[in-house]
């Protein structure tokens, strides 16, 4: 038995590359694992623009169903883009939602999960971004206009990329850092450069799967921070593979 932990695989319709790999990573578990996602599982364009039997044709989705279906213990946390979709989560996945902060022990080590939004780091107008009226409005406007104000979206979020991820982190440190007797791991998500850093207590950052896996793994061996290639994207993926084994040894990201 083996308790995983992944976050923001952001599905989308239209970037099918991430449910494919989500599905082949589904694959791999065995019917008396724990999956953990700490958020973000579905993009708001996806939640806010498709019916429940529209997001069920996700080959992600699927393989999630189909994990819980054969005993599997599928958790999730709310992020900021799949908050309203917890309903769908639970009854059409069968997913048990977690409320954060999610505290949990795992073959003797002591977790603590946020998905990071809520922490205090994000400009102020996103919060805007992550409201009911939001989500449903988003839904609601003509094609055209939403991929573009979803592209506008994402170049603006591009040119911030850096001085988001920069105050972000300094957030999760001090965050971190205030549970130093409290946790041996303490795991974050929204930010989507994966980082493991050793602490005490170890920080990890679980990064997206935009154009890579990247996941926690704990067993009795101890806990493991894996980045894999994704296979075939429509962008750039960054490729190869690292683990680290001790629970307190910082991972070597690929590049």
């Known amino acids: 038995m083996s308790d995983y932990f992944l976050s923001d695989v952001h599905l989308r319709s239209d970037r099918p590359e991430r449910g494919q790999r989500l599905a082949r990573f589904a694959e ?40 819980r279906q054969a005993g599997g213990t599928l958790e999730i946390l709310a992020g900021n883009h799949d908050h ?13 939602i977690a409320s954060e902060p999610y505290s949990l022990v795992s073959n003797g080590l002591r977790l603590h999960l946020v998905h990071g939004h809520l922490l205090g780091a994000r400009r102020k107008w996103k919060s805007f971004l992550e409201s009911r009226e939001f989500f449903g409005g988003f839904g609601l406007v003509p094609s055209p206009v939403a ?10 979020n591009q040119r911030g990329l850096a001085d988001d991820e920069h105050r972000h982190m300094a957030v999760y440190r001090e965050y971190a850092a205030r549970l130093r007797d409290q946790a041996d791991v303490v795991v974050f998500g929204h930010v989507h450069r994966a980082i493991d850093e050793p602490g005490p207590p170890r920080l990890i950052v679980l990064g997206g799967w935009q154009h890579r896996i990247s996941f926690l793994k704990i067993d009795a061996a101890g806990a493991s921070f894996t980045i894999e290639s994704g296979g075939p994207d429509k962008s750039p993926a960054a490729s190869g593979s690292s683990t680290s084994p001790s629970p307190h040894q910082p991972s070597r990201t690929a590049t």
Do not use: H
């Not at 700490?38 to 994990?67: H, K, T, Y």
């Not at 309203?84 to 048990?96: D, I, K, N």
């Not at 991929?147 to 603006?156: F, I, N, S």
């Open 84 to 96: 309203w979709l917890c309903p769908f989560y639970e009854q059409r996945l069968g997913a048990t």
């Open 147 to 156: 991929r573009g104000l979803d592209a506008v979206l994402e170049a603006k």
């Open 28 to 67: 791999r578990l065995k019917p008396d694992d724990r999956l953990v996602i700490v958020g973000d599982l579905c993009d708001f364009w996806m939640g806010s623009r498709e019916s429940n039997e529209q997001l069920i044709q996700s080959p992600g989705i699927q393989a999630l169903a189909a994990f």
